[in-house]
């Protein structure tokens, strides 16, 4: 009887163990000590997560908030204004997440995980 009480014991705290490193694994974070080699990655995976479409991000971006705003860019005429009445959708939302000693890049819309191996990240 005491070594099943034992057993059940252990196996809860080991279960509360492994709840809270989960829920723990995952944290929002910013960019530490950027880059331009970090930069440059985080440019190409945004890229790569919208299907190659080139994107301009700021020096800093990633830097104060974990999450990232991609907007479209809009609809222009051929002398380069804006076309009215075009919307050019929602933006794309992406967010930086610590997990471990990972900094992962979230694309929200799809959930897929980008690993940023040339930046540090720091959870916040």
């Given amino acids: 009887m005491r070594g099943r009480l034992a057993a059940l014991c252990l196996a809860t705290m080991h279960l509360a163990a492994c709840a809270s490193s989960s829920a723990q694994e995952s944290r929002a974070a910013i960019i530490v000590d950027p880059t331009p080699a970090s930069h440059a990655e985080l440019v190409e995976i945004v890229s790569t997560a919208l299907h190659g479409v080139p994107v301009t991000l700021a020096d ?62 720091a959870a916040r």
């Fill in 60 to 121: 800093d971006a990633l830097t104060v908030e974990s999450v990232l705003l991609i907007e479209r860019r809009p609809a222009r005429d051929a002398g380069g204004q804006r076309l009215d009445g075009r919307d050019p959708g929602r933006p794309e939302r992406f967010h930086l997440v610590k997990r471990g000693r990972q900094c992962l890049l979230i694309h929200e819309r799809t959930g897929t995980p980008y690993s940023l191996t040339a930046t540090q990240c």
